[in-house]
């Protein structure tokens, strides 16, 4: 009987880092799309000037060369990120700004529509 209840909890556990880390990825792509892409203008060009210099070092394409290893960094970090967050127990529905992926509103944030001032202090009769 301990033996079954105690291979559930690790299957539940394990299930819990692994959504964690799938919902960091995620996180963390949708982030580095979202507020990277001005930074994509500086890795681009960086990019494009290691491309002119290693086209003539190496018989194969510059290109593919730079384009992959640009990918590969950026894949590589978001994973590394989200596995460092995960094994660290930080989960993505204890942190306060993701409170949009979670499905919270934000109890911070008080709506003020444009015709209140005008139209909050009439009462109807």
Known sequence: MALTNSQGLEKTYSLMIAQSFLT?????????????FPILILVVTIGALLM???QSMFSMSAALVIAASILGIHILGIVATAAILTFRGIHPQDVTWLAWLNGRENSTALSVYAACPLTCDITTP
């Open 24 to 36: 960091w990825v995620f996180t963390l792509a949708v982030c580095s799309l979202v507020i990277g």
């Open 52 to 54: 002119v210099t290693l």
